[in-house]
């Protein structure tokens, strides 16, 4: 029988996990591994490992997976895996890149909604005053009269602006990948290069993933181009902002505030970073990918793709399928 190990507690939708691995002639063994030595101990002698948390995937530690065939990260993202270190031992890399993609774009436009239209400061504002002041909110722009960028038109993007056209937003984005504008049959979207989507957008909403071209791309250099205040929505990844200067660009008045799921320190944080002491910036967990509905979508999607790869199928979402010749 194969082993199959879960290397950390993020997804606990075990029996469904179970029943599918069973029906590949695998078993499944749960740790909650917090170093390295603990993740070479849980997983030297595994079939096939499943993993939220690619901290401990260092050369040594993938070195000691010896009967390894395939390793599973539990997200769309794969920015942050040791994929070299996997290619060199032959080991399939698989993400599961669809499981949450409405959840992501949903949270994306609940956050936008909850900055745009000052949500949480009119909450507060009424809790404190216990009496109605609604000139006190100024301004807030019509949505109908607004122009949101879209930083990423990926699936998720698209998906995002499918629901902003919805509130009848003019729709813009920046992505290298895409050629030209943007029709679908429900919106359209113009294509634009960054420095015009800092410049000319209401709201920007990110979608893409971290790369090295785009760490820290939104910078004080970025924010410095604003010209309607915009409030900024990050759902994509926390390098791809500089904190700091987004704290600045909100101070100056360049940017009215924001509104992030992903935080670039989130194993460290500290009460007085400045995410938590900048007024204007609302935070959710890194929760824009739960639901239900995603958490039995990707217990599912991860257990058929392990069972492919241990009865020698090719997996659907192979990520260093080029380095490994395949």
């Known amino acids: 029988m194969y082993k199959v190990v879960l290397a950390d507690k993020m997804l606990e939708e075990l029996s469904l996990l179970k029943e599918i691995l069973q029906q590949g002639g695998a078993e499944l063994f749960t740790y909650d591994c917090q170093s390295e030595d603990e993740m070479i101990e849980a997983t030297k002698d595994a079939d096939a490992v499943m993993t939220a948390d690619l901290r401990f995937f260092t050369d040594k530690m993938v070195d000691s997976l010896d009967k390894c065939k395939v390793v599973v990260i539990m997200s769309i993202g794969v920015d942050g895996m040791n994929i070299d270190a996997l290619t060199r031992k032959g080991i399939k890399f698989v993400n599961v890149p669809d499981y949450c993609l409405d959840e992501v774009a949903d949270h994306a436009l609940a956050l936008l909604l909850s900055v745009h239209r000052k949500v949480m400061s009119a909450d507060k504002m009424l809790r404190e005053d216990l009496q109605y002041h609604p000139k006190k909110m100024r301004k807030i722009k019509g949505l109908s009269d607004t122009t949101v960028g879209i930083y990423g038109f990926g699936r998720i993007g698209k998906r995002s602006a499918k629901r902003l056209a919805a509130f009848g937003c003019a729709l813009q984005f920046c992505d290298p990948y895409i050629d030209g504008d943007y029709a679908g049959e429900t919106f359209t979207a113009a294509k634009v290069d960054f420095e015009t989507l800092m410049r000319t957008s209401d709201d920007i909403l990110i979608h893409a993933p971290a790369t090295e071209e785009n760490d820290h791309i939104f910078s004080d ?30 101070y100056s008045g360049k940017v009215s505030g924001a509104a992030l799921d992903v935080h670039e320190n989130y194993s460290d944080f500290k009460a007085d970073d400045v995410i938590f002491t900048t007024p204007n910036i609302v935070l959710t967990p890194h929760c824009a990918w739960y639901s239900e509905t995603s958490l039995n979508n990707m217990a599912r999607t991860v257990a058929q793709e392990i069972n492919r790869v241990l009865s020698g199928q090719m997996p659907l979402s192979l990520v260093n399928k080029k380095e490994l010749g395949l």
């Not at 181009?225 to 987004?246: F, H």
């Open 221 to 250: 250099d970025a924010f410095a181009l604003c010209e309607r205040e915009p409030y900024i929505i990050n759902v994509g990844r926390g390098e791809i902002i500089d904190v700091d200067a987004l704290s600045r660009a909100i």
